[in-house]
């Protein structure tokens, strides 16, 4: 059984930083190029970040120099760190495979809520 479970979301203050996690099983991680998406109160979902098989990195101009994306194909894992956050990050972190876009391809996770608040 295929799954992506993410992890790591919370309450965070404005400024505040939080890591989130996406564990994987059930197909070959390493082989494929990787994404975070988003769903903020409201609104439509919105690409995050994707990181390829092989390494590159690319970001939402949203997030560029505030957010880190990374992968740990040796434990099938994706991780996304989030500093210096603002209200508007609140939202549903999904993460997917796929390098871009909002497109549901072959796998997508349940999502981990963050909130920022003050």
């Known amino acids: 059984e295929v799954q992506l479970v993410e992890s790591g979301g919370g309450v965070v203050q404005p400024g505040g930083s939080l890591r989130l996690t996406c564990t994987s099983s059930g197909f070959m991680f390493s082989s494929y190029d990787m994404r975070w998406v988003r769903r903020a109160p409201g609104k439509g979902l919105e690409w995050v970040s994707g990181?390829?098989?092989?390494?590159?990195?690319r970001y939402s101009d949203s997030v560029k120099g505030r957010f880190t994306i990374s992968r740990d194909n040796a434990n099938d894992t994706l991780y996304l760190q989030l500093n210096s956050l603002k209200t508007e990050d609140t939202a549903i972190y999904y993460c997917a495979d796929g390098l871009y876009g909002t497109t549901r391809r072959n796998y997508w996770g349940q999502g981990t809520q963050v909130t920022v608040s003050s």
């Open positions: 990181i390829s098989n092989g390494g590159l990195i």
